[in-house]
């Protein structure tokens, strides 16, 4: 599957279309997110374009993107810029070592055409969804993401939230 783009100038409208060949009628776009930083366009997506086993597979991409910016079973995306070189994305995923949904970031340093390896926000044993991403600029000597989500409590759901810092993650930051 390949997707389109059209009128990606400003000011207007723009259009990201599947085009699948052949024809995957399983194939979908699902829940998008937008930053916009130094000219630069970020648009996120969940899509199942890809298959494993004959079974559709979801995954984040990216309109800059030139793979997939996250594991398999991945949904729900947020994306924040600090500038139009540094991005990063927050996103839920099915956790390999869990089996359950936890909250993964991922971070791109080219404007969002390269992405480096995924990591686990705070794995947990019950779904975290919804996740939303958030740069702080006030302490520029001290880099500091936000991120919050819902999380299942056993009854009902939770907001959670947790800095992502070069504290707690050193260089991955």
């Known amino acids: 599957m390949k997707y389109s783009h059209s009128n990606w100038g400003q000011p207007g409208t723009w259009t990201i279309s599947q085009v699948t060949s052949p024809v995957d009628n399983r194939a979908q776009t699902y829940l998008p997110t937008v930053e916009y930083q130094g000219n630069n366009l970020n648009v996120l997506w969940a899509d199942n374009r890809e ?3 004959g079974n559709p597979v979801w995954r984040i991409w990216g309109n800059q993107s030139t793979s997939a910016i996250s594991g398999p079973q991945s949904f729900l995306p947020s994306v924040v810029a600090k ?3 540094t991005v990063w994305a927050a996103y839920s995923r099915v956790n390999p070592a869990t089996g359950d949904y936890d909250i993964f ?3 791109s340093v080219t404007g969002g055409q390269y992405w480096l390896s995924e990591t686990p926000l705070l794995p947990t044993p019950n779904p975290s969804l919804w996740p ?3 740069y702080d600029n006030t302490m520029p000597l001290d880099l500091r993401l936000w991120v919050v989500w ?3 409590n056993g009854t009902d759901w939770d907001i959670k939230g947790l800095p ?3 504290e707690n993650y050193g260089e991955r930051l």
């Open 51 to 53: 298959l494993i086993g």
């Open 150 to 152: 819902r999380e299942w």
């Open 164 to 166: 992502i810092t070069s």
């Open 83 to 85: 500038n139009a070189n």
């Open 105 to 107: 970031w991922n971070k």
């Open 132 to 134: 939303s991403i958030a």
